[in-house]
């Protein structure tokens, strides 16, 4: 344990005095032979350059350290889901409004009111409807919370402030005591300063003006970075827990696969080798709009059956896609989307289990209202899951080489010339296409699914596939939280029951140890 701060004594004060008044005495003779010998102009004139270029070099240090502290600024997380990143918001603006004046650092009761504001901030937003929105809260997931924030907010502290890991909380009250002494000090210096030599005492105090005002910048800014990491920090893994993002377990949830995923691998007979959870691919579209043959050419080989008889798939059929680039995937055959055997319950529930979402579309058909509708219904049903991401969506013009001229067929296929008439036809073709199912026309891909006739699919359409590879692994990431957090509440609720069971057992042995004694 430390000593505390000894008074000051008058007579070490009196000799320290003493001993420091030849040396002001030295600076005031200075200044007057520096006046006698005409050079005191020139040392003004360097003494306020180098001022300002001190002055100068601080600010841009400051910047320079304003800078460090932006770029480790938490950003929100890009696989949450659309609520969530409302709920941001909120909590980037409550960060704004911290001040370091309202918030001391040497009051310790800051900590816990800066969380529960920002939790409170979280938890009004997910429960809006609920008196006290903080309460909605399990005691092993609000311990995490803080263990999470503790961890980073640690992390950055240790790495962007200087001495941090060598100074502890009393050094710095310790500090605050020497600061009033010296200051008094310094107090009585500058008192002399002015009597034995007012020009340098007025230099002096003009260049203490503007150091302290470069460290009061630096200070303030150095707090205000503090405690809005310490809100965002907060807000960042409430808003992990409130989404479903933040399961008690340690691992990536997509290490194993799903219920669903493991169900449909059961019907495959090469059964997947890989415990990662695969991509789920789910193709759809009208009947005879050539799904299956859109499987086929992505598998090179004949895989799924298909005929020129509608209906001719009863089911959502799985097959395991693997191909360079794409993460192991299950795609699914389905029935048509006007057929009786899929109705939109069925796509609904299929579409809520999948991570990327291919609809065929024949170009050689302007009869698309029915396709349209469906596409509407899907539209719904993802904004109304605020708790999940919306699935991208990819349209597969099929047929295209039954626009006219119908006999011609010569790939590959120049859209962006006006002289081919069979180039003309497939863009005005991938247009409305866009136009009658309000998708950017981006998004539409036009193919030939014919056998011996492939065109468009190894190239262009594969490589539209990858790109919206990254935002189906956020669906799925999320898709397997959900499937982790259900297994692992049910997982909990066993334990929890066989450790009750446990002690309800040895409860009677418990006790009457304890009567023996």
């Not at 005095?17 to 005191?40: K, Y």
């Not at 100074?167 to 605050?176: E, M, N, S």
């Not at 340098?200 to 205000?224: I, K, M, P, T």
């Not at 069971?501 to 006790?511: K, M, T």
């Amino acid at each position: 344990m430390k000593a505390p701060l000894p008074a000051v004594d008058p007579l070490r004060l009196l000799v320290l005095t003493l001993l420091v008044l030849p040396v002001l005495a030295l600076l005031g003779f200075g200044m007057l032979w520096l006046w006698q010998s005409g050079n005191l102009q020139v040392w003004l004139i360097a003494m306020v350059v180098c001022g300002g270029l001190g002055y100068g070099l601080q600010q841009w240090l400051v910047r320079r350290e304003r800078q460090l502290l932006t770029d480790t600024v938490t950003e929100p997380n890009p696989d949450w889901p659309p609520s969530a990143e409302v709920v941001w918001r909120k909590v980037e603006a409550l960060a704004e409004t911290c001040n370091p004046e309202d918030w001391p650092l040497e009051d310790g009761t800051w900590v816990l009111e800066l969380g529960q504001k920002a939790l409170q901030t979280v938890a009004h937003c997910y429960h809006p409807n609920v008196e006290k929105p903080l309460l909605e809260l399990t005691v092993p997931h609000t311990l995490l919370i803080i263990e999470r924030a503790s961890r980073d907010l640690r992390r950055d502290v240790a790495e962007k402030i200087p001495f941090s890991n060598r100074l502890t909380i009393g050094d710095l009250f310790r500090i605050q005591r020497w600061k009033a002494k010296a200051e008094q000090i310094v107090n009585i210096y500058r008192a002399g300063s002015v009597i034995f030599n007012p020009v340098n005492a007025l230099l002096g105090e003009a260049w203490r003006h503007l150091r302290e005002r470069s460290f009061d910048q630096a200070r303030d800014e150095l707090h205000r970075w503090f405690l809005r990491a310490y809100i965002c920090k907060v807000g960042y893994y409430a808003i992990d827990l409130y989404s479903g993002r933040l399961p008690l377990g340690d691992g990536e949830p997509t290490t194993s696969s799903t219920p669903e995923s493991l169900a449909d691998l059961e019907q495959i007979e090469e059964k997947a080798k890989s415990t990662v959870e695969p991509l789920r691919i789910l193709v759809l579209g009208r009947s005879n709009a050539g799904k299956s043959s859109l499987i086929n050419a992505l598998f090179g080989k004949l895989t799924t059956t298909t005929d020129v008889l509608p209906d001719t798939t009863q089911a959502l059929q799985p097959f395991i896609l693997s191909r360079e680039g794409l993460t192991q995937a299950l795609i699914f055959d389905s029935p048509g989307c006007d057929s009786p055997f899929f109705d939109d319950k069925q796509m609904l529930a299929a579409a809520g289990n999948a991570d990327l979402i291919l609809w065929i579309s024949p170009a050689n058909r302007p009869d698309r209202q029915a396709e349209r509708n469906c596409i509407d219904t899907l539209r719904a049903f993802q904004a109304a899951r605020m708790d999940r991401r919306p699935t991208p969506l990819l349209i597969v013009a099929s047929f295209i080489d039954r626009l006219r001229p119908v006999n011609e067929w010569h790939p590959p296929y120049d859209l962006t010339n006006r002289q081919d008439i069979k180039a003309v036809n497939i863009t005005a073709a991938v247009r409305a296409i866009a136009s009658d199912l309000a998708v950017p026309v981006e998004q539409v891909i036009p193919v030939c699914l014919l056998a011996g006739k492939i065109y468009n699919v190894d190239d262009t359409l594969w490589a539209a596939i990858l790109n919206h590879q990254d935002e189906a692994l956020r669906v799925r990431l999320i898709r397997c939280l959900d499937a982790r957090k259900r297994a692992e509440d049910w997982i909990m609720l066993r334990r929890q029951m066989a450790g009750a069971g446990r002690f309800l057992r040895d409860l009677p042995e418990i006790l009457s140890k304890r009567s023996g004694r």
